[in-house]
Nanobody
Framework: QVQLVESGGGLVQAGGSLRLSCAAS????????MGWYRQAPGNERELVAVINSGGSTNYADSVKGRFTISRDNAKNTVYLQMNSLKPEDTAVYFCKVAVRPYAYWGQGTQVTVSS
């Protein structure tokens, strides 16, 4: 079993920054892709950013140039640096970690951006 612990959410004014972290622990032999998703009230969960084991990244168009995903393989941790935050970034952010053959979700962390 794999456990994910997220941290770093909170309330920030528009234009501000936050850094999310997601640490994986448990029966981990090899982590493949790690990613961040978000879900705003009334909306479906959507991909924000993903990073594979080789370090290649992919971002939603809405966050390109503002958010940066990174990972520390030694710590089994994925990060999401969020800059120039906008009110429309307000959502619950979830990390997702692929540990073959399964995928695991974090519990979610609230990010609220005030205008």
């Amino acid at each position: 079993q794999v456990q994910l612990v997220e941290s770093g959410g909170g309330l920030v004014q528009a234009g501000g920054s936050l850094r999310l972290s997601c640490a994986a622990s448990g029966r981990i032999f090899s982590i493949n892709a790690m990613g961040w998703y978000r879900q705003a009230p009334g909306n479906e969960r959507e991909l924000v950013a993903v990073i594979n084991s080789g370090g290649s990244t992919n971002y939603a168009d809405s966050v390109k140039g503002r958010f940066t995903i990174s990972r520390d393989n030694a710590k089994n941790t994925v990060y999401l640096q969020m800059n120039s935050l906008k009110p429309e970034d307000t959502a619950v952010y979830f990390c997702k970690v692929a540990v073959r053959p399964y995928a695991y979700w974090g519990q979610g962390t609230q990010v609220t951006v005030s205008s």
